[in-house]
């Protein structure tokens, strides 16, 4: 008689060689010898995972672990694919369970923290998000987490101190410095950002948000045409970044500028015609022009929705149209 063992083990080598199909085929032959195989049920259970099947991943995930409650992996494994199909509440029960039964498991504290910063549940994702850093201090993803949340919490002088020993460890390390930059900024200390900022783009020329974030620095220095040109390099690396495009629209209305303010307004609504902070700018250029009709209209379809433009165009409405 076969091995189920053995059976599973090689459903995992093929798995682990990206043959999810004949991974899937061997988990079968395993459990058609042995039902009661927990590895094997917890394994068919991520390539449903893996596929997006959620709703069969976790039949198998409960069928494995009705057989074994504690079973760490088959507890994480359920807690993320249940936070994927959007059951947050349940996720979160299954991936706490995950760490007690296997306090130094860091995917699950990692799934764990993960989840909570989706939440903008920002205490339990730093204490999460600590206990992976524990778990593998190596692992550098584990401290720029750690790093992110203590920024989202205004634990700034902590957040920095890691994200320098992370840039000084890889000097080509753009995120971390990227980071930091954007931290300078909350501090509104905007030369050591602006010089952050710098450092990111001279390592990796095309990163967005450090150029991004440059242009934004330059702005609230009041140099706006320092400002137009970082959001013009942006846009020749993404033509496609729709922050960039409407900001740059909006510098250009600052300036005067509004018959190039709406190309680059006209080129978003080809991708998103339904952008209210670009709608509401197309609707300043047509004010500013003297098409006040065709700025009425927009401003009052504004009007009608729930987000900040929304009241904004309310507040113009009535103080220049009524």
Known sequence: MKDPKEINNQGVELFLQGDIKGAREKYEEALGIDSRNVSALNNLG???????????????????LELEPRNATALLNMGVTLANRGDTEDALKYLERSVEVEPDNEAAWQSLAGL?????????????????????????????????????????????????????????DAESLCQLGIIYMMRHDLGLAQDTFKRALATKPEHE????????VYASKGDVESAKKELERLLLVNPANTKAAVDLAVFEIGLGNNEAALKHLEE???????????????????YNTGK???????????????????????????EEFN
């Open 209 to 216: 948000s450090a150029r991004y974030h440059l242009a934004l």
């Open 46 to 64: 991520y390539t449903y995972t893996m596929e997006g099947e959620f709703d069969r991943a976790i039949e198998y995930y409960r069928q494995a």
């Open 268 to 286: 978003i609504f080809k991708r998103e015609p339904a952008n209210s902070k670009a709608l509401f700018y197309k609707a300043i250029v047509f």
């Open 116 to 172: 909570f910063q989706l939440l903008a549940s920002y205490t339990e994702a730093e204490k999460a998000w600590r206990e992976a850093v524990r778990c593998n201090p190596e692992n550098r993803d584990n401290r720029f987490n750690l790093s992110v949340v203590l920024t989202m919490e205004k634990k700034y002088d902590e957040a920095i101190a890691i994200f320098k020993e992370l840039a000084l460890q890889n000097p080509e």
């Open 292 to 318: 006040r009709e065709n700025a009425e209209k927009i401003l009052k379809e504004l009007s009608t929705g729930d987000d900040e433009y929304a009241l904004k165009a309310k507040e113009i409405l009535d």
